[in-house]
């Protein structure tokens, strides 16, 4: 999930992707920012490439 969400895709296209619902999607998004204390999905995608996670 977080390799398709840096790239630049939509909840959308991550969903599809993994066969997921889009809230299912926008559930975890949710969690991986609370996790990451991220504020947006850029920030997100730095602080997890700084912790070595992608």
Sequence with gaps: MLTLLVS???????????????R???????????????ANRFQAGVIAARRGWI
């Design 8 to 22: 630049g895709l939509k909840d959308e296209a991550i969903a599809r992707q993994l066969g997921w619902s889009v």
């Design 24 to 38: 299912t999607m926008r559930r975890r998004i949710s969690r991986l920012h609370e996790e990451l204390v991220a």
